[in-house]
């Protein structure tokens, strides 16, 4: 075994390429999408290292191109699920044992892989998949991936290092060992880079997974486990399966060896993994880590202070970038009687502007939602808001599933605050405004405040110094990440550790120390130098006479 303190490269978050026209990141990008749609793949699960495939293939196509077919998946069950958790448990000794720095090379050894050799594939992919567009998917898939992979190796590090005092006589240590079992990682649709990342996590601090991804999301998910087996991750290590949902977790979270979940999606869905957890306590060797992304309805407030042209375009970006399907999303956005009117104007001015198809066409801004069950959702609540009387549609509001699942970017004016495209989130491109009087800002943040079960991303727009430290204080526990006088999506890793409270999660902040320390069990260790060999103190002494 190799000796020494290993100091590992110093992470910097990838650079973001521009796929303007004319730039060969463009032209090898479009190359690789015309690549990855002239072929069918047979996507296998992976298992124990194994491609394995089954007689129940389900199709993949793009949600802008439903009539397209970009290959199938084989669809697994309980079976393939136990079958990974005995490959997850038969490789853990030897993945544990492993030394630390040949855990860290593998991980930035992918990190290079992602912004390299795949970079167009995984670029591609995710835009034919899940409908992003190029800039979209190079900031999530490429971008954000390679950055947890980096930092996170920078983190297991620094955890490392972090050793307690040791008094005269003695050294005290901790040692970082991973958890007794195996991490069952449950991934959603809407970033790559979350998929890669919640089940590399764990593993990264000597963990072993099984990993159950979105069925919407498969086929992006095909390639990050390419790059996991060429950057050599060894068999057993991350497992990867396409059983569904409730099945996977009827099978994982009731195992004896589960030892924890890293999940990122609905806040109906973790509340149903938390109760089944509690249930199961007893069948458990450890209790196990519950780490949650989960729901937001998140918010921008704005003063009569705030810049009208910077809080439109935080609109447009924060509500309508990938189609308003990212966790921080802005969905609903309180805005002063004052200055409404000429917000209304430069929102409707841009609006007027957005480009929406398929992000085959670099020049679209909005691409198709993700499936016709968010499509159907959707239209409904956009239908039901062209009828109510306490709401009004006053940009957007089309929806056309014929070709793909497209809805225009979408502005409701809710005339009361807790219409219910204020209070339900909806997780597609529309966006609800209520205007309040200004006088009542103060009244205004506490409905705010009481409005959402959720606690995820929000934002403060003004030019006013008082408010803005007034505003950032009284919604404290409104938001895990909050922004001023910016959109309220965006967070990078290294930069603003991403996550929320209430019923948005546990907040325990992808990508940062604060995540990868609930993913090892510590264990403390006292040497004496001269041990002792009498049990008596001082004290035990008589007085002198």
Not at 181 to 209: R, Y
Not at 336 to 350: A, D, M, R, T, Y
Not at 459 to 483: D, H, P, Q, W
Request: glycine share 8%; aromatic share 12%.
């Amino acid at each position: 075994m190799s000796k020494g303190f290993f100091n590992v490269p110093i992470a910097k978050n990838e650079p973001v390429l521009s796929f303007a026209p004319g730039t060969p990141e463009r032209a090898e990008l479009q190359a690789k999408i015309n690549e990855l749609k002239s072929e069918e793949v047979d996507l296998p699960m992976v298992i124990g290292g194994l491609d394995v495939f089954t007689d129940r293939k389900n199709r993949m196509f793009p949600p802008h191109e439903i009539a397209h077919t970009l290959g199938y998946y084989n669809q697994g069950d309980a079976s393939h699920v136990e079958m990974a958790i005995d490959a997850a448990l038969a490789a853990r000794e030897k993945w544990a044992n492993m030394s630390w720095q040949h855990r860290a090379s593998i991980f930035l050894k992918a990190a290079d892989l992602l912004a390299g050799p795949y970079r167009a594939k995984i670029n591609a992919a995710t835009m034919l998949g899940q409908s992003k567009n190029a800039f979209q998917s190079e900031i999530d898939a490429a971008c954000e991936l390679a950055d947890f992979f980096r930092f996170g190796v920078n983190v297991m590090t620094n955890i490392y290092n972090i050793q307690p005092e040791s008094a005269p006589g003695m050294w005290n240590y901790n040692e970082y060992r991973p958890l007794e079992g195996f991490v069952f990682a449950l991934t959603p649709f809407n970033f790559t880079s979350i998929a890669g990342n919640l089940p590399a996590a764990p593993a990264m601090m000597g963990n072993v997974v099984v990993w159950k991804p979105s069925k919407t999301a498969i086929y992006s998910a095909g390639v990050i486990m390419e790059i996991f087996k060429e950057a050599g991750l060894p068999d057993g290590v991350i497992n990867l399966v396409f059983a569904s949902g409730p099945v996977a977790a009827e099978v994982a979270l009731t195992h004896p060896d589960f030892t924890g979940i890293h999940f990122t999606g609905s806040t109906n869905v973790f509340n149903s993994i938390w109760k089944t957890i509690g249930e199961n306590i007893p069948k458990y060797k450890t209790y196990p880590r519950i780490v949650g992304e989960t729901g937001g309805k998140d918010f921008i407030f704005a003063d009569n202070t705030a810049d009208t042209q910077a809080l439109a375009i935080a609109m447009v970006r924060g509500a309508f970038e990938y189609q308003g399907q990212k966790c921080s999303a802005a969905s609903r956005v309180y805005i002063p009687e004052s200055i409404w009117p000429e917000v209304k104007e430069k929102l409707g001015n841009e609006l007027a502007t957005v480009k929406m198809g398929s992000p085959e066409d670099f020049t679209n801004f909005i691409n198709a939602v993700i499936d016709e069950p968010a499509f159907d959702k959707l239209k409904g609540f956009i239908d039901r808001a062209k009828e109510d009387k306490d709401a009004e549609v006053i940009f957007g509001g089309t929806c056309d599933k014929s070709v793909g699942y497209f809805i225009e970017p979408t502005v409701i004016l809710a005339k009361k605050a807790d219409y219910v495209t204020m209070e339900e989130e909806l997780f597609g491109p529309v966006l609800t405004i209520f205007v309040y009087e200004d006088e009542k800002m103060d009244e205004t943040l506490d409905i705010l405040d009481k409005t959402s079960i959720y606690a995820l991303t929000g934002a403060v727009m003004s030019k006013n110094r008082y408010n803005i430290e007034k505003i950032t204080k009284r919604l404290e526990n409104c938001a895990g990440n909050f922004y001023i006088n910016d959109k309220p999506t965006g967070a990078v890793v290294g930069q603003q550790p991403f996550g929320g409270a209430r019923g948005s999660g546990t907040n325990d902040k992808a990508g940062s120390i604060f995540n990868l320390l609930r993913w090892t069990s510590i264990r403390t260790i006292k040497e004496t130098f001269v041990s002792a060999t009498n049990y008596t103190y001082p004290n035990f002494q008589p007085d002198s006479e």
